[in-house]
């Protein structure tokens, strides 16, 4: 075994610097806020803004997760995923308007289960959605990314058209439930409680999918479709099945990240699921494409940048991700945590 001239083991290096590596895009999100507290000066302003920006971040993730997975399993550009963002903000939206004695309660408990029968009649809804339009219109043009942007924009606009069908064309504002309504205060830091329910949901999402996907024999099946989808079939499996789940569970995160967001904006629109998909695909972009680790740490820098920079720079907040994705491309063009594909 050949050594350096410091004596170590030239096997040893490449491990150390592969470890290094792979640990920077971590610490990004803290370098992030560390450069900001300095630029900021105040810590309970910088408290605020932080919270703020992870729980646009949580968001951000939970509708950009499914999206990532499709794209890195079924090599599919799918975008139409703006339009379960939409259809789940509409039908959750709809459930908290028909529970006004839940929502107007002053019990948390009713406030919750409210918001979460709200969650499930959207993530059903999109989840259904999304299986009729993987069937319909993403099948046919598997392996052809050109039809798939054309056909997917097409779905987005259809699905656009049907909401101004069922719902109207006008937007509907909605209060949040009331436990949810103001801030908790620490001195003179001022939490939103929305947006400390929005962080904590969007942990649990992040972490139960790190979990099937590392810890269940499903997981298993579709991390090896991602970094080799024919050899996956070689051994049996029906990938196809596989892609269908994926599918429709991304659909079904996309509703479920459409009613927080109604929830955050308090009010949707029939085009907000659109508007938000230039945030999630840079998201997706700089996490690496197939990563939801990759895909967590880009919505939290995300979420974090857009609220440090709206205060410090007004008018530089609205090209500052923009910015971030260009910066982060030139440094790793794969993204921040990318996922090795073999095809």
Not at 16 to 32: F, Q
Not at 43 to 69: C, E, K, R
Not at 272 to 287: E, Q, S
Not at 297 to 306: D, F, K, N, P, Q
Request: aromatic share 10%.
């Amino acid at each position: 075994m050949s050594t350096n001239d410091n004596g170590l083991s030239a096997t040893r290096a490449p491990k150390l610097s592969l470890l290094s590596e792979r640990n920077l895009p971590l610490l990004a999100t803290a370098i992030v806020s560390l450069a900001a507290l300095a630029l900021i000066g105040q810590f309970d302003t910088w408290v605020t803004l932080t919270l703020a920006g992870l729980a646009m971040g949580m968001m951000i993730f939970v509708m950009a997760s499914g999206l990532t997975l499709v794209f890195g399993l079924m090599d599919v550009l799918n975008f139409g995923h703006g339009a379960f963002i939409s259809l789940g903000a509409f039908a959750g939206i709809s459930v908290l308007l028909m529970l006004p004695s839940w929502t107007g309660a002053d019990v948390a408990f009713l406030n919750i289960a409210a918001i979460l029968l709200a969650v499930v009649a959207a993530m059903g809804l999109t989840g259904v959605a999304g299986y009729v339009f993987e069937r319909v219109i993403v099948k046919p043009v598997y392996g052809d990314h050109l039809k798939q942007i054309l056909i997917t924009m097409g779905g987005l606009i259809v699905t656009e058209q049907l909401i101004y069908v069922l719902w109207g064309p006008d937007e509907i504002t909605i209060l949040r439930p009331l436990a949810l309504q103001g801030s908790f205060t620490f001195g003179t830091i001022a939490i939103e409680k929305f947006r400390l329910l929005a962080v904590v949901l969007g942990l649990i999402i992040f972490f139960a999918m790190r979990w099937t996907l590392n810890g269940t024999r499903l997981g298993l099946v579709i991390r090896a479709g991602v970094e080799n989808r024919e050899m996956v079939s070689a051994l049996g499996y029906r990938i196809s099945m596989v892609f269908i789940l994926v599918f429709v569970a991304g659909s079904a995160l996309a509703g479920f990240g459409g009613v927080l967001w109604g929830l955050y904006e308090e009010v949707v629109t029939a085009h907000m699921g659109m508007n938000v998909m230039i945030l999630i695909f840079i998201v997706v972009i700089i996490g690496g494409l197939g990563s939801v680790e990759g895909c967590f740490i880009g919505a939290l820098m995300v979420g974090l940048l857009a609220n440090y920079t709206g205060y410090l720079a007004p008018k530089v907040a609205l090209g500052s991700n923009i910015l971030l994705m260009v910066l982060i491309l030139m440094w790793r063009p794969e993204g921040l945590l990318p996922v090795n594909k073999s095809r």
